[in-house]
């Protein structure tokens, strides 16, 4: 049936956009934001295609990871993680690739707004972030493969989106936004080491040095662990130099970080360890949420 088979389709794609990860791309937006309104700037249209940008941009680098693990052979039938859509040959490799090239062509449209109304900076961090994507896992020397993922993700979807979302509402730069960034980036590269952690037998198998590959499994544990307790420390430190009680606030998702802590502590198998991946988003969303609506309400 027609139907049917445009059900399976789009249900296909959007495995590939793999929607778990999308709350790294929304929470930064949030929280930089967030800080501009405590300054009492707000420009609808600007959040709407700074949000834009980053979901196209966080779909598109999926996209270019399928499509560039499928070619390196690391997404093999024995990975512990959803099926790729590539490797699995659901998708032709030339459909998936021109999807990359879309998405990544609708977040240039975005960012070409943004330019217009916030300057040319926004073009410099608009292409750097679309070139990180691509260079995760693509090209001839990917980041992904040597360990670098982690950092990558704190610096491009903390630093890089908090004060580039706060940059677009106001035109300037503040140590706050800065600061803001350290706990958005260590639990988006929290999401990164639960993959990492998951995928460790097969990726060091497919040659693929990831950190968690380099560091082993118990190492690469302890510092999921280590990145959601600086979180919550960091936001602690900035509530104690700036903004007060208020931005103790995310402190009430701990309840949430237990699960997900505990699962990648002690547990090695896919199922456990993909629902830690998602728990770990869902906790980046709800943690920001709560910054960002302390932000608002310390203004």
Known sequence: MPGAAGT???RIWLMAARPRTLPAA?????VGTALAGHAHVFHPLRFVAAMAGALLI???TNLSNDYSDARRGADAEDRLGPVRVTAGGLVPPRQVLIATYLTFGAAVLAGAYLIAVAGWVLLAIGAASILAGVAY????????????GELFV???FGVVAVAGSYYVQTRELEWEAFALAVPVGLLAAAILVVNNVRDIDSDRRAGKR???VRLGRPRARALYALALALAYLTTAAIAAASYGLWLLAPWLTLPLAARPLAAVLGRSDGPSLNRALGATGQLQLAFCALLSAALLLSG
Do not use: K, S, W
């Open 8 to 10: 399976a389709t789009a």
């Open 26 to 30: 929304v929470a930064p937006v949030l």
């Open 58 to 60: 966080q779909v598109g």
């Open 137 to 148: 896992t693509g090209g001839p020397r990917p980041y992904g493969y040597e360990g670098l």
């Open 154 to 156: 704190f610096l491009f």
């Open 210 to 212: 990831t950190l968690a």
